[in-house]
């Protein structure tokens, strides 16, 4: 499986844009990049995901490198409710296709 | 609600018995995962359904731990004979399909003590 890579944490003032990268530079053609955050003591909660192209919902907009290898999540207005752990994960297209989450970026908004 | 339910929030136990959890998907997904979250560290997978057909389990998942999904609809985890080193967040996701373009979409777990 592909590994990623993200920094362990990351502060960012209310209002302004909160930019989280995450390195996959082993990412092969069939694998998905996806995000989910986990605000404390709830589940992981989905926000994105893209194969090559950038994407945008109403929560986040992904930007994938055209070498995929690696990308970045931002939102755009970053609130106080948006401090979390957010986890990169490359999802592997097997049977399977669980998520194997690593260690994840703790965003922290400050105001 | 439609999201992913999960049954009890929290468990506290005693060591050496038994405890079962229940997950109640998004209506109509197909495919249900379990995983385990312990304290700091990111959820490890456990287990997933496919329907009712148990497809895959991790080797963290010991001969102690059963899941079931008798109808395709709900599943059960059960914990024999619990130790200590049970305690953790049993979460439960749900995703439409199997496919890899298909999101999984969790609960919010059951935080489960052993005393």
């Known amino acids: 499986d592909a590994k990623t890579t993200q920094p362990p944490s990351m502060d960012c003032a209310e209002g302004r844009a909160a930019n989280l990268p995450c390195n996959h530079s082993t990412i092969s053609g069939n694998e998905y990049v996806y995000w989910y955050r986990q605000i404390h003591s709830q589940g992981p909660q989905y926000i994105i995901h893209?194969?090559?192209n950038n994407e945008t919902n109403e929560m986040a907009s992904l930007i994938i490198t055209e070498d995929r290898k690696s990308s970045t999540l931002i939102l755009p207005h970053a609130t106080l409710r948006d401090t979390a752990v957010y986890y990169c994960?490359?999802?592997?297209?097997?049977?399977?296709?669980?998520?194997?989450f690593g260690g994840g970026t703790r965003l922290m908004v400050k105001p | 609600d439609t999201g992913v339910s999960q049954d009890p929030r929290h468990k506290i136990t005693k060591r050496g018995q038994n405890v079962t959890f229940r997950c109640d998907p998004i209506s109509e997904h197909n495919r249900l995962y379990w995983y385990r979250q312990t304290l700091g560290q990111g959820p490890e997978f456990l287990t997933y359904f496919q329907n009712e057909a148990q497809l895959e389990k991790s080797r963290l998942l010991s001969d102690r731990f059963s899941a079931e999904r008798p109808k395709g609809s709900f599943s059960t985890l059960e914990i024999q004979r619990t130790e200590q080193g049970d305690s953790a967040m049993y979460l439960c996701?749900?995703?439409?399909?199997?496919?890899?373009?298909?999101?999984?979409?969790f609960g919010n777990g059951t935080r489960l003590t052993v005393t």
């Open positions: 893209g194969l090559k």
């Open positions: 994960i490359v999802r592997v297209d097997n049977a399977g296709n669980m998520l194997t």
């Open positions: 996701a749900s995703s439409l399909t199997g496919g890899v373009n298909s999101p999984l979409h």
